[in-house]
């Protein structure tokens, strides 16, 4: 007997012989309504927050580039001494990776291939109950705490929720799908390979970023649009005391990272592999995660470390890789813009 109207296609179990729509089949497809509305709601508001974030963050035409950006830094050769060594590093590394390859030197170790027991429907449900549990969340602080509300701890205080919830949700969303969480790369063998690995697979990828920079930058000019700065950097700016200032600081660089590498690579990309070939896969995580970062200006370089940490975390099989990769990034990022820039 076929399975009722695609009902156990994502919970599993066959229906019973005597079993009515009047019973837990009714159920069933209640459920799986609700969780389509939500998923529906959910996307809505996002593509809602995403349009107007991004015509935020283009600013206005004609206008001076913003002080912190790294626009701004590459217009007044701040960075030229960086970018230079790290773009002889990167294309260094760049081209002993492609040699390896063409020699068939293995690089990344075997590693086992677990069942992945999620799908893309169970993501996007989980990313439907980080998102409308975070813009709940928001919403009733705001309303409690009204006019007294300071726009920076909300916007870190938020951040910092989402971040959590997406790794718990995802976790719980592994082991309700009765899976491994090694299957999401949880796993610590190898490690410091894969520390390595994430390393260099970073200043092997900021060739790449930078052109892809390059181009957004050279757009803009021709566009005469304003690209605003790393949101982050405002708040870093008016911190009124060290302890949110360092709170900041960690939400950037270890939480977010860790989070994000979780729900996109861990969770999100074997659900991905399940339907698509690896370069799908890899290309279309890039473009998911540079979505939630509603900026134009860094779509592009965004979408290029997505697909690297894709890449690394296919062939390590494990979060530590991207996970480092990511990491190291952020704090970079912060360093060069905030304490060197800024």
């Not at 990776?97 to 449900?125: D, S």
């Not at 916007?155 to 491994?180: D, E, K, N, R, T």
Request: net charge positive.
């Amino acid at each position: 007997m076929a399975r009722a109207a695609g009902i156990t296609l994502f919970w599993g179990g066959e229906p019973k012989k005597n079993e009515t729509m009047e019973g837990p089949i009714e159920k069933q497809w209640r459920r799986d309504a609700a969780w389509a509305i939500a998923v529906i709601v959910a996307a809505g508001l996002f593509v809602i927050q995403s349009v107007v974030g991004m015509y935020g963050a283009i600013g206005k035409v004609g206008a001076e580039p913003a002080a912190s950006s790294w626009f701004n830094a590459v217009r007044l050769g701040l960075l030229f001494p960086y970018v230079v060594l790290i773009l002889c590093a990167g294309g260094t590394l760049f081209f002993l990776y492609v040699a390896a390859l063409a020699g068939g030197v293995r690089i990344f170790p075997r590693r086992e291939e677990l069942p992945v027991t999620w799908n893309l429907w169970a993501v996007a449900k989980a990313a439907a109950v980080v998102y409308l549990s975070s813009g709940l969340l928001v919403f009733i602080v705001a309303s409690i705490l009204g006019g007294r509300a300071d726009e920076r701890y909300l916007i870190i205080g938020s951040a910092c929720f989402l971040h959590l919830a997406l790794l718990v949700v995802a976790v719980a969303f592994v082991a309700m799908s009765g899976g491994s969480q090694r299957a999401a790369g949880f796993t610590l063998k190898g490690w410091p390979a894969d520390v390595a690995h994430g390393v260099l697979g970073w200043v092997a990828t900021l060739p790449v970023f930078y052109a892809a920079f390059a181009v957004v930058v050279a757009v803009l000019a021709v566009l005469r649009l304003e690209p605003q700065p790393n949101p982050v950097i405002p708040i870093l700016q008016e911190a009124g005391s060290t302890w949110f200032q360092w709170a900041t600081i960690f939400l950037v660089t270890i939480l977010g990272p860790f989070t994000e590498e979780v729900f996109f690579r861990g969770y999100l990309y074997p659900a991905m592999r399940r339907r698509l070939s690896v370069r799908s896969a890899i290309v279309i995580n890039g473009i998911l995660f540079a979505l939630i970062h509603p900026n134009p200006a860094s779509f592009l370089p965004i979408m290029v470390l997505g697909m690297a940490m894709a890449y690394l975390f296919e062939k390590t099989r494990s979060l530590v890789a991207c996970t480092t990769f990511h990491i190291v990034h952020n704090t970079v990022e912060i360093v060069i813009l905030y304490y060197l820039v800024a």
